[in-house]
């Protein structure tokens, strides 16, 4: 019968590349005032001009009421609701432009403060 051999020598644990490394902690966007910074909408929209955020927020805002409307005319046919003919993708995805244009208004109006 084999017996089982169990080692005594201490296993020496495994280095990990993180080990040496501090972790890079996110930068303090605490402001004092009415308004905050540019810099915490982040690496880009930080340097696009308030002008070109309202457009923006503009075209989302379309999107959006142009897709419910047509869901909601695509939801007058007849059987529309027994087999689901009025959910369309495009329709979902225009969807999305509702909270896309209330985030790219604060934006707009963060950076017309901030004077860009």
Same mark, same amino acid.
Request: aromatic share 10%; net charge neutral; charged share 10%.
């Given at each position: 019968?084999?017996?089982?051999?169990?080692?005594?020598?201490?296993?020496?644990?495994?280095?990990?590349?993180?080990? #040496?490394t !501090?972790?890079?902690? /996110?930068?303090?966007?605490?402001?004092?005032?009415?308004?905050?910074? =540019?810099? @915490?909408?982040?690496?880009?929209?930080?340097?696009?001009?308030?002008?070109?955020?309202?457009?923006?927020?503009?075209?989302?805002?379309?999107?959006?009421?142009? #897709?419910? !409307?047509?869901?909601? /005319?695509?939801?007058?046919?007849?059987?529309?609701?027994?087999?689901? =003919?009025? @959910?369309?993708?495009?329709?979902?995805?225009?969807?999305?432009?509702g909270?896309?244009?209330?985030?790219?208004?604060?934006?707009?109006w963060?950076?017309?403060?901030?004077?860009?």
């Amino acid at each position: 019968m084999p017996r089982a051999v169990i080692s005594t020598q201490a296993v020496q644990p495994t280095t990990s590349p993180f080990d #040496s490394t !501090a972790l890079a902690m /996110a930068e303090d966007m605490t402001w004092e005032g009415e308004y905050p910074p =540019s810099k @915490v909408l982040g690496p880009i929209m930080s340097k696009m001009p308030s002008g070109l955020l309202g457009l923006i927020s503009i075209v989302c805002a379309g999107a959006c009421a142009y #897709s419910i !409307a047509q869901s909601g /005319a695509l939801q007058q046919e007849p059987g529309a609701f027994e087999n689901g =003919s009025w @959910v369309k993708w495009y329709y979902i995805l225009g969807s999305f432009g509702g909270p896309l244009a209330w985030g790219t208004h604060v934006a707009s109006w963060i950076q017309r403060k901030n004077g860009m």
